[in-house]
């Protein structure tokens, strides 16, 4: 199919959606080179892998956190490595996430790198991938409640290592669908698992708020946090939204959705709370909205695979338009950009979508989709680190530093700037939309920005897959439905 042909609807859409977006721009240039800006660490995906030398995990099983480390840092068993292979095997597992030499080594690299900074965020997915499996490898006839301790214990660990980056930055963290004592993508409410977790977690919320994050975090792994100082009157509202993604099951493995419902409604009762004491909001979560890029681009664009069970989430976020300032997922792995636009009629919080403030009628918000740390694709570990307008919560520009390899001796530098590649004068809705335009007009992908993009995409490749299917990713952008994706890629049918 000619391109040209594909995308002169949607050009013309972008275009529309660049007219009204540019009006909030000049504003957004301004505040930005007159304040000073607040520096942010953005993390996700570390999939911490503490089987990676399987003679130590009776060792972990049976020690206590605070021993971990001691146990993780002696020398490799000597036959660490054929283990390992082993139970990767056994376990049909692809790719290798982050052991602790890896761990270590990025943990430093980060210190190093993204010193000053206000606070850090970490977007889920602490845990490594084929958890279950990996522990029945070492413990055939395990009993379920030990497997749930040992996961417990592993997120704890986690934990406690992200919160050792910079002492004094207060450190805020997501759970993604690997974080769960009964299964990848199963949750209970009034989990354990939450309990167990919960107070590590929260030990990053002033004294005052912590005992409602706590009950909050305990009944459905979400809370709420104000941004600290200099960040004016701005809450980070952090997500557990495997309650809303395809395929979520409860730990009895049935569907089950009064998770989802009752974090819906939490917040739809913040984002309220919000608007009306003008604060700005911070969203953070695991699982992106919209459509799957890798597991749609492979298949046909008529039947998109969607990473939520539902659009309410995208239509919460979106009916909040006037106060949500950024959002931040992770889970694909990849270094991604996103707009979420009102394309439906009412937000599930039960207003009907409203106007940004400043933003002249464009109900949209700017998503930031976090690149990992695990290596578990063939990338190079990433991470991030924002500049932030203390006064509006925007981000005005964001840097990422990516290792040379996925080995613990990969060195790190600097891979780029968002606003020296893609030539926008800021992270906000406005600059993202105009930018994701730009893209939707330039379906060669020829454009400097364009093949900056796909370079960044996937950290150490240079060739993503996304660089032959590129027009179709743009529509994965901004098109959060499955049926507005389809009438983006192939508005002629399948």
Request: proline fraction near 6%.
């Amino acid at each position: 199919m000619n391109h040209c042909v594909r995308w002169s609807s949607a050009a013309v859409c972008a275009a529309l959606f660049y007219c009204m977006a540019s009006a909030a721009a000049p504003a957004l240039m301004d505040a930005q080179t007159s304040r000073k800006t607040v520096s942010a660490l953005l993390i996700s995906d570390v999939h911490f892998e503490p089987f990676w030398d399987p003679d130590k995990v009776p060792q972990l099983n049976s020690a206590p956190v605070s021993e971990w480390k001691n146990i993780l840092s002696s020398a490799a068993s000597a036959d660490q490595a054929q283990k390992f292979a082993d139970m990767q095997q056994k376990c049909h597992a692809r790719g290798e996430d982050t052991p602790y030499p890896l761990l270590a080594s990025s943990l430093k690299a980060i210190r190093a790198h993204s010193g000053g900074i206000g606070f850090a965020t970490v977007s889920g997915d602490l845990i490594a991938h084929y958890f279950d499996c990996k522990y029945g490898y070492v413990f055939p006839n395990y009993a379920k409640s030990d497997y749930t301790a040992f996961v417990e214990k592993t997120t704890s660990f986690v934990v406690s290592e992200l919160e050792s980056i910079h002492p004094k930055a207060p450190v805020f963290i997501a759970l993604g669908n690997n974080d769960s004592g009964c299964g990848d993508y199963q949750l209970d409410e009034s989990s354990p698992y939450f309990a167990a977790i919960g107070k590590g977690i929260t030990d990053a919320v002033p004294a005052a708020l912590r005992k409602d994050a706590l009950a909050s975090f305990s009944k459905g792994g979400y809370y709420s946090v104000p941004l600290p100082s200099p960040v004016q009157r701005t809450r980070l509202l952090v997500l557990d939204d495997i309650f809303m993604a395809d395929g979520y099951t409860n730990c009895a493995g049935t569907s089950d959705p009064a998770g989802a419902a009752d974090e819906l409604k939490w917040l739809g009762d913040q984002l309220n709370e919000a608007r009306a004491k003008r604060e700005h909001v911070w969203v953070m979560a695991h699982v992106p909205t919209g459509v799957d890029p890798y597991g749609t681009l492979h298949g046909t664009c008529g039947n998109p695979t969607m990473f939520q069970g539902s659009e309410e989430l995208a239509d919460a976020l979106t009916g909040a338009s006037d106060v949500v300032r950024v959002v931040l997922f992770a889970h694909t792995h990849m270094d991604e950009i996103k707009v979420l636009t009102a394309q439906n009629a009412t937000s599930s919080s039960g207003g009907a979508s409203r106007r940004a403030a400043g933003n002249e009628g464009l109900n949209a918000v700017a998503v930031k989709v976090l690149p990992s740390i695990s290596p578990v694709n063939g990338n190079n570990p990433t991470f991030t680190l924002a500049e932030i307008d203390p006064a509006t919560a925007e981000i005005v520009d964001y840097r990422v530093y990516a290792a040379s390899d996925a080995t613990p001796a990969g060195t790190w530098a600097r891979e780029y700037d968002y606003r020296s590649s893609y030539g926008q004068p800021s992270f906000s809705a406005a600059s993202v939309a105009q930018l994701i335009a730009d893209f939707a007009k330039d379906s060669s992908a020829s454009s400097k920005a364009s093949q900056n993009y796909i370079q960044h995409y996937e950290a150490g490749k240079k060739t993503p897959y996304i660089a032959s299917q590129w027009p179709e990713y743009v529509c994965t952008m901004a098109q959060d439905s499955a049926s507005g994706f389809a009438k983006c890629a192939c508005p002629s049918g399948p």
